[in-house]
């Protein structure tokens, strides 16, 4: 099994009339809030905890990207990775994703990407993701174009990264004459390309089409298993058996000396997750246009994803959705999980909303130490 | 069918017109008048389609990518529907048919009269999209919950809550969402708007009758005003405690002002 440690940089100073008032962390949520003085800290503390995980022998470290709200604070996540790059040396540097509909220019990607892959000696993996919907309220792009924009991106910027420029692309929505993409990635035929997602059934086959690494995010094992399913069934259907390294499993992990210190530690800091981080009206998060028919009609029959701010501690443990105990207990459930679902990745979220740095630290000491080692071999 | 005296009957199909396969509401006596609906209700007979009707042949389609009728992959902009109905018109044989459109159908109307006023007897704007007037913010649909909308857009949503059931069925909510996403396609950003339009809508050269509810909360009378000043010797009609959606917040006032609109220049 690898390990990838993933943070959201997320903003955890809000005001104290925050659950009365505010209706949203995103899109609305004022950048009044936003204090550069802290963010400037913050920032420099995140990746201070990113770098410390190459050290501690995580095998990638990963960041992702986010617009206009409190959840997490990197808009622009190839600037993390640029600044991780340089201050790494063996690590991968896992970006999950770029938010590729939400570029004008997908090309733009192609350039960072690559650059990022040549200053890295090689150690980009390359997410490509469509953004939450609230990213399509954020940048007042219609999210009806979200999913056709996404593929004809990538189909841009794989041809980028591996045709010999300059040739003309002729798409629906991107038109170039001269794609000629320098410099080229460093990795052959490039880098890695990861699809974080919540189980979209369009997104799993694509994803199984192309052999990419599916990786499942804020979902209860029993959906995971479900998807998983479909996916390896994909896989068959295109003349190949899923390997486990194409499978990933997102959960936020907390480890303590004990089950209930570690409860003690760490449940307010998951709960301000889900119920402060990604507060947002049905709206912003599923906005018309931003899934197929089928699935919106699946989501509201499953009314799976849209109560995550209801959800007990108690449940998001049983469903899944977090991983929080002693060693012998974070073991015992990612072991279980490992059976279940069969993934070779493992990507941990060890820090969550407002836990603090100390306690971050021991997490990732304790997880390094106790849990990681034992669960290697699988 | 017999009925209290003036009911005409209504007949509805799906039929493919234009190389789309659209449902299409017909009915009553008299020259033809196209209706295009807004956003919200399509495909559905009316009341106020009824009183038309008694007048005119009414030719309620669904549009494409509403109701029960296709959505065509090709339907990406407004202009797209302003097209497919001059092309129905061809289709149909409708000549000099009334197009009368509310809101999005408004707005559809607009485009057809800019690019083709002679395919067109007489135009009626009811509480159209398409323009931005400056200085004017619209509020925020797709951000808005289903029971916001409702508020911003009827002065009564009582009235209008039978069309949008809280429990619809599974046919009824695949209609709801596949609407809204192809809202989205046309009028997500630039936001209910063709920014061309404003100054094409010179073009305009049928008598024009522009009908507005005079507390739309969505598209504020400044959006009638506007419509009004760049459409040559068109007229306005402003309906009194009414909002966005006049054909049912004030049936009866809209009903009148159109027939009297359409009849007067049948002379």
Known sequence: MDFYYFHLMPWPYLPEDFDENHRSAWVTFSNQHYDPERGHALYNRYLDELEYAEALGWDGICVNEHHQNTYGTMPAPNLMAAALARRTSRAKIAILGNGLPLRDHPLRVAEEIAMLDVMSGGRIISGFVRGLGAEYHSFSMSPAFSRERFLEAHDLIVRAWTEPGPFPFDGKHYRLRYVNVWPRPLQKPHPPIWIPSQGSAETAEWAARHRYPYLMVYSALAVIKRVFGEYRAHCERFGYTCPPSQLGWMALTYVAETDRRAREEAESHIMWLFRRGLKMPLEFLFPPGYMTLPSMLRQLAAKDKTDHGKRTFEEMQEQGYVVVGSPETVVERIREAHEELGFGIFTGLHHFGTLPHDLTVRNMELFAREVMPKLRPL | ?267
């Open chain 2, 1 to 267: 069918m017999a009925g209290a005296p003036g009911a005409v009957s209504h007949t509805e199909e799906i039929r493919e017109i234009a190389g789309v396969k659209i449902q299409l509401l017909m009915g009553g006596s008299g020259p033809p008048l196209l209706y295009l609906h807004g956003a919200g209700v399509a495909g559905v007979w009316l009341p106020f389609h009824e009183r038309l009707a008694r007048h005119f042949t009414v030719y309620a389609p669904a549009h494409p990518g509403f109701g029960k009728s296709n959505d065509p992959e090709w339907l990406d902009q407004i202009q797209d529907l302003a097209f497919y109905y001059l092309d129905l018109l061809d289709e149909l044989k409708l000549d000099g048919a009334h197009v009368v459109g509310l809101s999005l159908g408004g707005w559809i109307a607009a485009e057809m009269a800019v690019i083709c006023s002679h395919r067109i007897g007489r135009l009626v704007l009811v509480d159209a999209a398409g323009i931005r007037v400056p200085g004017v913010t619209l509020p925020d649909l797709f951000a808005m919950a289903p029971e916001e909308v409702m508020g911003i857009l009827y002065k009564r949503p009582e009235a209008a809550a039978a069309l949008y059931p809280k429990d619809p069925t599974p046919e009824q909510l695949e209609i709801q969402l596949r609407q809204r996403m192809t809202v989205a396609r046309l009028a997500w950003n630039p936001y209910f708007e063709d920014p061309k339009l404003l100054r094409r809508l010179r073009r305009v050269s049928v008598p024009t009758l522009i009908v507005w509810g005079e507390e739309d909360r969505l598209m504020p009378l400044a959006h009638a005003k506007a419509f009004q000043a760049a459409i040559p010797g068109a007229s306005l009609v402003v309906l009194p405690d009414c909002g966005h959606v006049p054909p049912l917040d004030a049936p009866e006032a809209f009903v009148q002002a159109v027939t009297r609109f359409l009849s007067a220049h049948e002379a």
